[in-house]
Nanobody, 116 residues
């Protein structure tokens, strides 16, 4: 059974940092999946935050460039999102996503709240 489980969310003050993790299980070859982080704020649509390809190439939404860093550890079937200089507008539920051809999998999400 394929499963993605996010962790690391929480409450942080503006300017603070959090590191999210996404643990994958049940995947035949995790390294063959493009991995992404999405987020969804209350009342808004889910939006792409960052992507890392099977080759390790990364791409970021303009709103998080220079503050967030996506990475993956294929040996341990995990993906991470280092979030620095957090802002109140980063408050959202963060989801990880795995894609390979027509196979798409989502995690259940982890809440990040940035507030003073």
């Amino acid at each position: 059974q394929v499963q993605l489980v996010e962790s690391g969310g929480g409450y942080v003050q503006p300017g603070g940092s959090l590191r999210l993790s996404c643990a994958a299980s049940g995947f035949t070859l995790f390294s063959n999946y493009a991995m992404s982080w999405y987020r969804q704020a209350p009342g808004k649509e889910r939006r792409l935050v960052a992507t890392i390809t099977t080759f390790g190439a990364t791409n970021y939404a303009d709103s998080v460039k220079g503050r967030f860093t996506i990475s993956r550890d294929n040996a341990n079937n995990t993906m991470s999102l280092q979030m620095d200089d957090l802002k109140p507008e980063d408050t959202a539920v963060y989801y990880c996503k795995a894609v390979r051809s027509y196979s798409v999998h989502w995690g259940q999400g982890t809440q990040v709240t940035v507030s003073s």
